[in-house]
């Protein structure tokens, strides 16, 4: 692995939210790591910790509960609020170990621990949440935009919404989307700046950060 690692010319990330593979990660080198649960484990801590001199990014996510129950009736008070304060509290938390924010993305966590209402709340005050540090937002073939679409359908048929939310999303302040049809998606954004399109993917000077 470390081997294709070094041969690759893109950043490679990983997902995992054990500390042990965490460490394995950083040892062959990812750019990457992305732990869904938001870093939130001593151990995760512990991690972090020895990370300061690295140059690995991470990506902090928020899920309501964990993978397993996590769908099970979300409920927030303000889901906005809410999500925004375990984000602003878990990037000054990263900043206290030495890790500075061009090496940290914020993910709302779409779809983990909340209801279609609650990624739609959470959709339109991307601009908001981008104040934190640069936001990665993953909608890509999500039961979403079935929904909207008043529709059942597969997750590879859900292209066309795939590519409204990524757009939309970077038209908001996001300075990543996760995506499945890579293709497409570059495609789309090719065309988009053609047409005179460049208020994407600009997320927020470093000034303007809260």
């Not at 690995?56 to 008070?77: A, K, V």
């Not at 048929?157 to 409204?164: V, W, Y």
């Not at 090719?190 to 809260?210: P, Q, W």
Request: aromatic content about 6%; some cysteine; hydrophobic content about 40%.
């Amino acid at each position: 692995m470390t081997k294709i690692l070094k041969l690759l010319k893109i950043p490679v990330s990983i997902d995992t939210m054990k500390p042990e593979i965490m460490i394995r990660a950083a040892e062959m080198g990812v750019d990457l790591i992305n732990d869904v649960s938001g870093f939130r484990s001593k151990e995760a801590l512990d991690f972090l910790k020895a990370m300061k001199k690295t140059r690995i990014g991470f990506c902090i996510m928020h899920m309501q509960g964990n993978p397993q129950n996590m769908q099970d009736s979300p409920r927030y008070g303000d889901v906005v609020s809410e999500v925004e304060f375990f984000l602003q509290r878990k990037v000054e938390e990263f900043r206290r170990f030495g890790i500075s924010d061009d090496r940290i993305l914020i993910d709302p966590g779409f779809g983990f621990g909340k209801t279609s209402q609650h990624n739609l709340s959470l959709l339109k005050e991307i601009p908001r949440l981008s104040r934190i540090c640069p936001l990665l937002v993953g909608l890509s073939r999500k039961r979403i935009i079935s929904e909207l679409c008043k529709r059942k359908s597969k997750p590879a048929d859900r292209l066309g919404g795939s590519l409204a939310m990524a757009l939309w999303s970077a038209m908001q302040g996001a300075s990543v989307v996760r995506v499945h049809d890579v293709k497409e998606t570059k495609e789309m954004i090719t065309v988009y700046k053609a047409l005179g399109g460049d208020n994407i993917f600009s997320g927020v000077d470093n000034e303007k950060r809260t």
